[in-house]
C-alpha cells in the first residue's frame, strides 16, 4: 500500500505539461489583455461572472471529448472543466492583496489524472496563465464575496442542464453557490425581476461580441492554419472523390487531412451530403453506402485547430463533370458569391448590402432566367439561409452583424437547393450547391483565406481530374455472416 501511494505521489509531482505540446497556441498574455479589454468596457463598479461548459454524457460511463466554453477560453486559456472566472471593473481587496480578477478551477488529483489526464491545478494556472488569484473550486462556496455590493453582476442566464457529478465543487455546486451569493431567483420565483436587480444577463453578451468579433493577429494566424488545412482536405476529396464511395468515405478523407495537420477537433459535425441529401442544411447523418456517378456532392467540413474554427463548403460532381444543368445551377452561385465577396469592405452591412443588395438578387434574377421561379419577388426556399456569419472560437462567432469593420473574419456562402418534388422543372431536382469561403475584412476591402481549394467549375473539374495518393489504399472486404 505504501508502494501504491509512492506512485501516486510521483504521478502528482508530474507537471501538467510535461506532454509535448505545440508551441502556437494563444499565450498567456493575449488572455490577459483580453480580460483587460474585457474590463474597459464592464459598466462601473461591475462584475463579470464566467462559467466553464459543463461535461456532456454520450452514453452510460463515456463522456463527450471535453470542449472548454469559448468566452471562458477567450479570457482565461484555461481548459478544464469545473471552474469559475470572475472579473471586476475595481480593484478588490483580499487577505493575499488587492485584485481585479480570480479564478476557481479542479484541484490536482493523482486518481482522477491517472484515468482522464493532467490538470493545471493552482500553481500551473498562477505560472501558465498569469492569474495572482487562483483557489480550487472547492473553494468557491467559502469564499467571502457581496455581490449585492456591485452595481451590476453580469453573467450569462442558466438552462439548468448541468449534472450533479456528486464531487465537491464540481459545476454544478458552483452554479448552485454563485445563485445563493447572488440572490438568483429559485423555482418559487416566477421571473427574474424578482431577484436581485443588480443581475444582468444582457450586458456581457454584448461585451464579448465587440471583443470576438475583431480579431487579433495571434487570432488570424490560428484561423489561417484551419481554414488551409480545411481547404487541402477539400481539394484532396476532389482528387480521390469515385463514384461508389460512401458519404461517410468522403467524410474520412477530410477529416484524416485534419488530423494529419494536428487539428484537435472538426469545428461542427461534418455534414458530406449526395444529391436531395444536399438539400438538407445540417445533414449530418452521412449515411449514404455509395454515392452515385450522376450526382453532386456537397460537402460543409471545417477544422478546429487550437480552438479556432474554419467553415469551407464546395459542391463537386462525383464525376469530375458537372452536367449543364449541374454547371448552370453552380455557375450562378458562383456569381453570387463572387460578387458580395468583391463588396465587402468596412462599412458594408451584410444583410442589407451583401446579401439582400447583391448575392439574392443575382440568385433570384438567374432562377427566373433558368424557368425555376416566374419573378424575382417570388417567395421560395431555393436560398434559405443567411449569407454569412463570422467565424472563431465558434464556428458561429460572436461579432456583431450591423457593419463590417476591419478585423473581423466572416464566411460568405450562398447556396441554391432544389429537393426532389419541388414545383419546377424535374430535371432540376437534387441539385444542391453551397459555395463557402472565409474572408478577412481589411482596412479597404477583404482577403479571400480560403483560396486553397478550388472555387470556379472549371478549376474542379481540372483538379478533379489528378490522382489521389489514396487510389491505391484499397482495404480488404469484410467477410460476410460473421
Not at 424578482?194 to 493577429?217: V, Y
Not at 456583431?400 to 430535371?427: H, R, S, V
Request: charged fraction near 30%; charge should be negative.
Amino acid at each position: 500500500m505504501k508502494k501504491f501511494f509512492s506512485l501516486i505521489l510521483v504521478f502528482l509531482s508530474i507537471g501538467s505539461f510535461a506532454q509535448n505540446e505545440p508551441d502556437d497556441f494563444l499565450t498567456s498574455t493575449f488572455h490577459k489583455e483580453r480580460r483587460t479589454l474585457a474590463r474597459e468596457k464592464m459598466p462601473t463598479n461591475s462584475v463579470a461572472v464566467f462559467f466553464a461548459n459543463p461535461v456532456r454524457n454520450r452514453a452510460n460511463d463515456v463522456d463527450f471529448i471535453y470542449h472548454q466554453d469559448p468566452n471562458f477560453y477567450y479570457l482565461s486559456g484555461y481548459k478544464e472543466p469545473h471552474a469559475v472566472l470572475m472579473i471586476f471593473k475595481d480593484e478588490q481587496e483580499g487577505p493575499e492583496g488587492n485584485f481585479n480578477e480570480i479564478i476557481f478551477i479542479q484541484p490536482r488529483n493523482a486518481m482522477a489524472e491517472m484515468w482522464t489526464g493532467r490538470r493545471m491545478g493552482i500553481a500551473g494556472v498562477k505560472e501558465k496563465l498569469e492569474f495572482n488569484q487562483a483557489f480550487n473550486n472547492t473553494d468557491f462556496d467559502d469564499y467571502n464575496i457581496d455581490f449585492s455590493t456591485f452595481d451590476k453582476v453580469l453573467f450569462y442566464d442558466f438552462f439548468d442542464d448541468v449534472r450533479d457529478t456528486q464531487t465537491e465543487g464540481d459545476l454544478y455546486d458552483l452554479i448552485a453557490s454563485f445563485k445563493q451569493k447572488a440572490g438568483y431567483p429559485t423555482e418559487g420565483d416566477l421571473t427574474i425581476e424578482s431577484a436581485a436587480n443588480n443581475l444582468d444577463m444582457e450586458t456581457l453578451d454584448q461585451i464579448m461580441k465587440d471583443l470576438r468579433g475583431i480579431k487579433t493577429e495571434a487570432e488570424i494566424d490560428l484561423l489561417r492554419k484551419a481554414v488551409d488545412i480545411s481547404c487541402i482536405g477539400q481539394a484532396e476529396v476532389m482528387k480521390a472523390m469515385r463514384p461508389g464511395m460512401s458519404e461517410r468515405e468522403v467524410q474520412g478523407i477530410h477529416e484524416f487531412v485534419f488530423k494529419k495537420y494536428q487539428a484537435e477537433y472538426e469545428g461542427y459535425p461534418s455534414i458530406v451530403g449526395e444529391g436531395n441529401n444536399g438539400c438538407i442544411l445540417h445533414y449530418i447523418e452521412n449515411y449514404k453506402p455509395e454515392i452515385n456517378s450522376d450526382k453532386m456532392i456537397l460537402m460543409d467540413l471545417g477544422a478546429e485547430y487550437h480552438g479556432y474554427t474554419a467553415d469551407v463548403t464546395r459542391t463537386i460532381p462525383v464525376d469530375g463533370k458537372f452536367s449543364k444543368e449541374e454547371k448552370a445551377i453552380y455557375d450562378l452561385v458562383y456569381k453570387a458569391q463572387d460578387e458580395a465577396i468583391k463588396a465587402a469592405k468596412p462599412g458594408v452591412n451584410v444583410r442589407r448590402d451583401l446579401d439582400a443588395g447583391i448575392a439574392r438578387k443575382i440568385i433570384n434574377e438567374g432562377l427566373v432566367e433558368l424557368g425555376i421561379i416566374e419573378s424575382v419577388d417570388e417567395r421560395h426556399l431555393y436560398y434559405p439561409h443567411g449569407l454569412g456569419h463570422h467565424i472563431g472560437l465558434d464556428v458561429h462567432d460572436k461579432g456583431n452583424y450591423e457593419f463590417l469593420e476591419a478585423g473581423m473574419a466572416i464566411t460568405i456562402e450562398p447556396g441554391i437547393y432544389i429537393p426532389e418534388g419541388a414545383k419546377c422543372d424535374e430535371k432540376w431536382w437534387g441539385i444542391a450547391v453551397r459555395i463557402e469561403d472565409c474572408i478577412l475584412i481589411t482596412e479597404d476591402g477583404n482577403e479571400l483565406l480560403s483560396d486553397l481549394a478550388p472555387r470556379k467549375s472549371d478549376e474542379i473539374e481540372k483538379l478533379m481530374k489528378q490522382s489521389s495518393p489514396l487510389d491505391s489504399f484499397v482495404l480488404p472486404d469484410l467477410e460476410k455472416g460473421k
